[in-house]
């Protein structure tokens, strides 16, 4: 009952008003007063700018565009496992999907075909295989690497709604991650298909990615597919992928028996890109 009392509130605010507003503030170039908020933002939410490549934040000229900052080199290696985590943040949740189902919350699981938009064939690839969902505060780096090395086949940009993201919201909206909008990205790797899915959430103002550039908006209502069989779009890993302007979560999904995940891990354990996630 308290978890649906939470994020009640949720179901009646303007989320997209709300998100629209957002992303025009975030890309606002206003001078000081850009600077301002991006100063209150550092000091509310305690972002270390010693790691970031550019620690002026009067150099940033939007929100945005000290959001998305760059790290500085070498603060973020890479570890020799095969599958290192792609992003700072926090474990929400990880381990085996059951037939289809992933698990989200206790009392909560969503299914890969509703996750990746409805595309069944895509989604058997994943029946009893591995997934991990790692959240994003607002105080973390927010672009997103590769796990691995893959070659891009396919993007699918999937609308939906625009709840919080955080793990109050993950605990009491049943089938959140599915239901959010998002971007699901489709890779072919040495080890099999892999899919790494970037989830939308309120006030993020749009997903990005390093071939398509900004993915949303505009937002078409409708779910928009993307093949690149013969691009030879081919990233290493620990490359970036893609970016959120305004924070969120990725969820990934791998086949059957291609990894074990680090002992180390468990939910709501701090993470940090390039570390080692599984072998």
Not at 127 to 132: D, K, L, Q, R, S
Not at 215 to 228: A, E, F, L
Request: with cysteine.
């Amino acid at each position: 009952m308290y978890r649906r009392l939470a994020v009640a509130p949720q179901y009646l605010f303007p989320k997209l008003p709300m998100t629209v507003f957002a992303g025009l503030v975030a890309n606002a170039e206003a001078g000081g007063m850009t600077t301002g908020i991006i100063r209150w933002f550092i000091g509310h939410y305690g972002v270390d700018m010693m790691e970031a490549e550019n620690p002026d934040i009067r150099s940033y000229p939007s929100f945005n565009a000290f959001f998305t900052r760059a790290l500085r080199a070498g603060v973020r290696p890479l570890s020799p496992a095969p599958f290192v985590c792609p992003v700072d943040g926090a474990i929400s949740q990880f381990g085996s999907i059951e037939s289809d189902q992933i698990f989200q919350a206790k009392g909560h699981r969503y299914s890969t075909t509703a996750l990746v938009g409805g595309d069944r064939a895509l989604a058997a690839q994943f029946e009893h295989g591995t997934f991990a969902t790692l959240y994003l505060s607002p105080k973390d780096y927010h672009r997103i690497h590769m796990p691995c090395d893959g070659r891009l086949t396919r993007m699918i940009y999937v609308p939906g709604e625009l709840f919080s993201v955080n793990p109050t919201t993950a605990r009491g909206v049943p089938g959140l991650f599915a239901r959010n909008e998002r971007v699901v990205c489709v890779f072919e790797s040495a080890h099999g298909p892999f899919v790494l899915t970037l989830v939308g959430a309120t006030i993020v103002g749009s997903m990005s990615t390093v071939w398509h550039g900004v993915v949303n908006p505009p937002r078409h209502g409708k779910i928009c597919d993307w093949r690149y069989e013969d691009k030879r779009i081919e990233l290493k890993k620990g490359e970036e992928m893609g970016r959120f302007l305004l924070g969120s979560t990725v969820v990934m999904l791998f086949p059957q028996g291609v990894l074990s995940f680090n002992p180390e891990w468990a939910p709501g354990r701090a993470v940090r890109l390039g570390e080692t996630m599984a072998g």
